[in-house]
């Protein structure tokens, strides 16, 4: 079965997971809802960074564990963009970018050109990470773990370290990463903006336990399962711009 199968159920002192989605093999999957409800605990899981024995992993009908198979995460096809992107202060760019490369076993130096211009980073291939802004490192952040050819992107509030104006800065390139990719890309957030503009597909959770999943639109729609995204209730239109008006700039 195509797409991405995920199952788990992990207790811990005063916090519960438990899970069984069922998502989309392309495109974003927003993983939303408020602090401590087991997101980045879910995205772990996923990559086997979080050892849960009742788990299920499965990618395109590939198992990456059940109850008798586990693959360690080094082995699992992976990307992870996680929110501090920690680039190696000494290398390059180029240089950061090749030492992501040089761990996969499928990826050349091929695979590099694609990635560098989906995040339009080739200007900085010569500089160090300490010469560049804070959304200029996440695309390279992004295109490190794009690098490797994963079949899954894993994205765990990449911009959260950002102010305003680099998320403004870096938010087109990822529009270009959902258009463009494909592969599913799971993408923690607490920004309904970033909900709104860059997935396909929703799952909420509250206190480790999924409340909803399915579509953007019609899960926002639904009127069983209000989903609050930050203070307000709300739905996402999808619409057709029909006309410009020049002369009002409409």
């Keep these: 079965m195509n797409g991405l199968h995920a199952q788990f159920f992990l ?7 438990d899970v069984d989605l069922q998502l989309p093999g392309r495109g974003v999957t927003a993983l939303f809802g408020p602090s401590g409800c087991g997101k980045t605990t879910l995205l772990r899981s996923i990559a086997g960074l979080q050892r849960v024995p009742q788990g299920v992993v499965r990618l395109n009908g590939q198992t990456w564990q059940d109850a008798h198979t586990w ?25 950061n970018l090749q030492y992501g490369l040089q761990r996969s076993a499928e990826a050349t130096q091929g695979d590099l050109d694609p990635v560098v211009d989906l995040l339009g980073i080739g200007s900085l291939l010569s500089r160090k990470p300490d010469s560049l802004s804070g959304g200029e490192r ?18 765990d509030e990449p911009l959260a370290a950002l102010d305003l104006r680099r998320k403004q800065e870096i938010l087109p390139y990822l529009d270009r990463l959902q258009q463009e990719l ?3 890309i799971l993408y923690v957030t607490h920004s309904p ?5 860059l997935a396909s597909h929703i799952v909420v959770l509250e206190q480790g336990r999924l409340i909803t999943s399915g579509p953007l639109a019609e899960t926002l729609a639904r009127l069983d399962v ?16 029909a006309e410009i008006d020049a002369k009002w700039h409409l």
């Design 11 to 17: 207790q811990r002192s005063g916090f519960t997971l």
């Design 71 to 95: 693959i360690p995460t080094h082995q699992r096809p992976i990307g992870y963009v996680f929110q501090e992107v920690s680039l190696f202060p000494h290398l390059t760019v180029l240089g």
């Design 138 to 155: 996440q695309r390279v952040g992004i295109a490190r773990a794009l690098a490797v050819r994963p079949s899954l992107l894993l994205m």
């Design 182 to 184: 494909e592969i599913p």
């Design 193 to 197: 903006d970033e909900v709104a503009r």
């Design 226 to 241: 209000p989903i609050r995204l930050g203070d307000d209730l709300g739905v996402v239109i999808e619409s057709t711009v």
